[in-house]
């Protein structure tokens, strides 16, 4: 599997806004977002192309 620099770094961006963020929708939405982007970066580590 590679991850692209890019990919990784809003990851850890999106990663360490939730553990920053006060606000519960503020929250509730980085989890959305983090969600979001392990769904669609599934079929590229399975060597599928969307």
Not at 6 to 14: I, S, V
Not at 27 to 33: G, I, W
């Amino acid at each position: 599997m590679t991850v692209r620099p890019d990919d990784d770094r809003l990851h850890r961006q999106l990663e360490t806004a939730l553990e920053i963020a006060d606000d519960d929708r503020i929250r509730y939405h980085l989890r959305e977002a983090l969600q979001l982007r392990l769904v669609a970066n599934e079929p590229r580590e399975q060597g599928i192309d969307r």
